[in-house]
């Protein structure tokens, strides 16, 4: 069979990227396999043509016009690889006779492409939008939609980059705060399809964006869609391709942390349809994805399976890096798993094992009599639990030691005596964690900040233990912030925010502590319990925050922002911290 499409299509690179994949020169997954098998077997369908010169076409187009914009390639010509030019071949070449319009027309009205990051997925969907910019029919409009501005910014900047750095390109069209279009202002009087009397155009597009119907499409990129929660972005853009003969929608993405979220949906979808459990003969399903977890630990040459630019666009000695780093922290791991390997993670798992978290070590709080501490204070609800803590760190075994006091309302402590348990979901006995000395509870319905200042300043009565610096969310805080003015002064006070950017790093170091055992808690009940509950959420730049774990919104994990809190301060302020013994 390969050998007669060869001889028929003897210069087509889909055969070329097929023959090298069989034969393990190339090394795809197993679900590009499908694809690859299906669509050589659409070649002797005689349902379809396939006719490579509009693809050719844009190869070309793409070779010779369409410059890189970004190091280490900036200025230098985009040669694209042959997974990109088999990719094209693909889009552009088949072709289905459409009966309404009684004629044959391009078959792919839809693609997916999911990729690991920075192998190129939005330069290659640049030049696209180039091609069908200059190369398309008069009158195109193109859409660079995600789901946010700064997203869709990114192929929108890159289109306009290779255009600004081609002169021939760049003489026949503009730009401005709109979009780009076609004409050059200096020659408003020329006239043809390089003119502005083309009315072809490129804009963005967001979530966000109002009035997202009647935009008219013919070509849409749609970046990162693993971020988006519904299809409230993508199915106003297919509707408005609807009038089109030959639209093409480019769903272009990594994999994410969106639970059920729109590429859930969407990739089960495509997943039927390579399975032929759906048919769907314009939908293009092109999946770089690995085959199981495990080959990621155990064959490193599986890596190109999701990251076809490997060792071109993107380095080995990078994945290298961060394999070795996966395998110690939990959310290096999972955001690798996602964004490099196309391996989809959720909120469902835990932040810490079992065995990260036990640690029986305890301590006397006499050995640090006298000293210097890092204060931090969870206060986020005064109607539920809180914590505080204060953090000693020992200079010469790097090692960290915490007291801890939670608070709780009466109300809330003594629910657990009523039998529906609304204010008690978690269903703790706070009255046997006070009689251990682990809980303060607090009269009324409120965690008065009188208490927790007291708790601190118990500290200094009873071992001489002083404050340096105390962490604390911004959170209901404004007693407390009084109230440590009044005792210790108002420089020792220190905000943290409860953002990615300030608990991020803190929160990995919290991680690296516990299961180096350098974190000694004094084997704290109730801070073990709040480290179990413990999840972790990721952004799209890898910034962690602390989260409960899914299906678990009823525990707490009060005590995990008391360690993260405290490590925030103390990475501020670690020299002056250190420097006062």
């Not at 999946?287 to 380095?315: A, C, F, M």
Request: glycine share 6%.
């Amino acid at each position: 069979m390969l050998t007669e499409l060869k001889t028929k299509y003897p210069q087509s690179y889909l055969l070329e990227y097929y023959e090298k994949c069989k034969s393990d020169e190339i090394i795809i997954g197993h679900e590009l396999v499908l694809c690859l098998e299906n669509l050589i077997t659409d070649l002797l369908d005689n349902q379809f043509r396939y006719e490579l010169e509009s693809a050719w076409k844009r190869i070309k187009f793409i070779e010779t016009k369409c410059c890189h914009s970004i190091s280490p390639f900036a200025g230098k010509p985009f040669l694209l690889e042959l997974w990109q030019k088999a990719l094209i071949e693909t889009t552009y070449a088949f072709k289905i006779y459409d009966e309404e319009a009684k004629q044959w027309l391009r078959r792919f009205t839809e693609v997916i492409l999911i990729i690991g990051r920075k192998n190129g997925k939005s330069s290659l969907c640049a030049a696209l939008g180039n091609c069908e910019f200059f190369c398309g029919e008069t009158g195109t409009n193109i859409l660079c939609a995600s789901n946010d501005y700064e997203q869709s910014s990114i192929v929108f900047d890159e289109i306009n980059n290779m255009r600004e750095e081609s002169r021939s390109l760049e003489r026949v069209s503009r730009k401005n705060i709109k979009g780009i279009f076609m004409g050059n202002p200096k020659q408003k009087s020329k006239k043809g399809k390089f003119s502005r009397q083309n009315k072809a155009k490129i804009k963005k597009l967001s979530v966000k964006t109002g009035a997202k119907e009647g935009k008219n499409v013919d070509f849409a990129i749609v970046d990162e869609v693993h971020e988006l929660k519904d299809d409230s972005l993508v199915m106003p853009i297919k509707q408005s391709m609807s009038t089109k003969l030959e639209p093409i929608l480019f769903e272009i993405t990594t994999e994410g942390f969106t639970d059920d979220g729109y590429l859930d949906n969407r990739l089960a979808y495509a997943r039927r349809v390579l399975k032929g459990e759906i048919l769907n003969k314009r939908l293009l399903v092109w999946l770089y994805t690995q085959d199981s977890e495990e080959e990621i630990y155990q064959n490193r040459s599986s890596w190109v399976k999701s990251n076809p630019n490997l060792g071109v666009s993107k380095k080995w000695s990078y994945l290298d890096g961060l394999v070795a780093q996966a395998k110690t922290e939990t959310a290096v791991r999972s955001y690798m798993l996602a964004k490099d390997f196309n391996i989809k993670q959720n909120s469902a798992a835990a932040w810490l094992t079992e065995a990260d978290i036990n640690n029986p070590a305890t301590f006397d709080p006499e050995q640090f009599r006298g000293k210097y501490y890092i204060g931090a204070l969870d206060f986020a609800e005064t109607t539920d639990l809180c914590n505080a803590k204060a953090l000693f760190y020992d200079k010469e075994t790097g090692r960290t030691f915490t007291m801890t006091m939670y608070f709780i309302c009466e109300e809330k402590a003594d629910a657990i005596l009523e039998d529906e348990n609304k204010l008690n979901p978690e269903k703790k006995n706070y009255r046997e964690w006070a009689k251990q000395g682990l809980v303060t509870i607090c009269p009324g319905s409120e965690v008065d900040a009188v208490y927790v200042v007291k708790w601190f300043y118990g500290l200094y009565e009873q071992y001489k233990m002083m404050p340096f610096k105390i962490g604390y969310d911004n959170w209901h805080a404004l007693d407390f912030k009084k109230l440590v003015t009044e005792y210790f002064g108002e420089e020792v006070l220190e905000r943290i925010n409860m953002d990615f950017l300030s608990l991020s790093g803190p929160m990995r170091v919290v991680e690296s502590d516990l299961k180096s055992k350098k974190l000694n808690y004094n084997n704290n009940e109730v801070d073990r319990w709040c480290l179990k509950n413990t999840s972790y959420t990721v952004n799209k730049l890898g910034l962690i925050m602390p989260v409960k774990l899914q299906g678990q919104s009823k525990n707490r994990i009060d005590g995990t922002l008391g360690f993260i809190i405290g490590q925030a301060t103390f990475s501020r302020f670690k020299s002056e911290f250190l420097a006062r013994g």
